[in-house]
């Protein structure tokens, strides 16, 4: 029997178990997927066991890099690979978060805004802003609660070769065709009639619990409204068609094992 799984910590509350084991199902695969608790201890150890791929959380994105053969150029650039395949003993890393948002982005009908904001710093807003760029915009504001925490995503950006201007949650929102809320669950609950006063569409990586309060902000008005769990999907979906080597993967299956 072939194994993968997703390693995180904590892991539990983790929808990719349903999303991969409906992949297996409809393509009759006798894979199994399961939820490994893991620390950045664990991972060395965790990684020599016989998967064939393994899907990873924060902050494990980052720790395996170093421990893998081969990183793809955009996993790299981002600062992290959420999936790793094990093909022929080489461990394998790639990104594919940045390829669900933009997924989730285009099937809501996103596809060129004119001008964007990151809100928040970290990995995930690194992952927006290479989203961003392969949606034909190379540039952003990104807000942050202090200057110092848009660290992350500045580096990424200059490896993306993406333009950032910084600014903090102090300072006005930023009007702006898109916003990108890559912030924890109700981290953004205080600015989210700024932010629905700000934009007509908003892509809030939070899935749950759902809706955000910036999401019924934004929707209130008439604003589109894309939420994480079709990123979560999307991705999801083509790990699963870096792991397996099944193209398409069956996403319609994946989306109703969550819905």
């Known amino acids: 029997m072939t194994r993968a799984a997703v390693l995180g910590s904590p892991i539990a509350h983790s929808l990719s178990?349903?999303?991969?084991?409906?992949?297996?199902?409809?393509?009759?695969?006798?894979?199994?997927?399961?939820?490994?608790?893991?620390?950045?201890?664990?991972?060395?150890?965790?990684?020599?066991?016989?998967?064939?791929?393994?899907?990873?959380?924060?902050?494990?994105?980052?720790?395996?890099?170093?421990?893998?053969?081969?990183?793809?150029?955009?996993?790299?650039?981002?600062?992290?690979?959420?999936?790793?395949?094990?093909?022929?003993?080489r461990r394998l890393g790639y990104n594919t978060d940045v390829y669900g948002m933009v997924t989730a982005l285009t099937e809501a009908g996103v596809r060129s805004p004119g001008s964007a904001a990151v809100l928040g710093g970290g990995a995930t807003a690194c992952s927006a802003l290479a989203a961003l760029r392969d949606l034909g915009l190379p540039k952003a504001v990104v807000v942050v609660r202090s200057p110092g925490r848009a660290a992350e995503a500045v580096s990424a950006a200059d490896r993306l070769g993406v333009?950032?201007?910084?600014?903090?949650?102090?300072?006005?929102?930023?009007?702006?065709?898109?916003?990108?809320?890559?912030l924890p669950a109700h981290a953004a609950d205080?600015?989210?009639?700024?932010?629905?006063?700000?934009?007509?569409?908003?892509?809030?990586?939070?899935?749950?619990?759902?809706?955000?309060?910036?999401?019924?902000?934004?929707?209130?008005?008439?604003?589109i409204v894309v939420g994480g769990l079709p990123m979560l999907v999307h991705q999801a979906a083509r790990q699963v068609e870096l792991m397996t080597g099944r193209a398409p993967a069956p996403v319609e299956a994946m989306r109703a094992a969550v819905s």
């Open 163 to 182: 333009s950032v201007a910084v600014q903090t949650f102090a300072d006005a929102m930023p009007h702006a065709d898109l916003i990108i809320s890559t």
């Open 190 to 223: 205080p600015y989210a009639e700024a932010i629905a006063g700000a934009t007509n569409a908003l892509f809030d990586v939070v899935y749950a619990p759902w809706p955000t309060a910036s999401a019924e902000a934004v929707g209130g008005r008439g604003g």
């Open 17 to 89: 178990p349903a999303l991969h084991r409906a992949a297996y199902a409809e393509l009759g695969l006798d894979w199994t997927y399961e939820a490994v608790e893991c620390r950045e201890v664990d991972l060395p150890g965790l990684l020599e066991r016989p998967w064939a791929g393994l899907s990873l959380t924060m902050p494990l994105k980052r720790a395996v890099l170093p421990l893998l053969d081969e990183v793809s150029g955009l996993a790299r650039a981002v600062g992290g690979a959420n999936t790793v395949v094990f093909q022929e003993g």
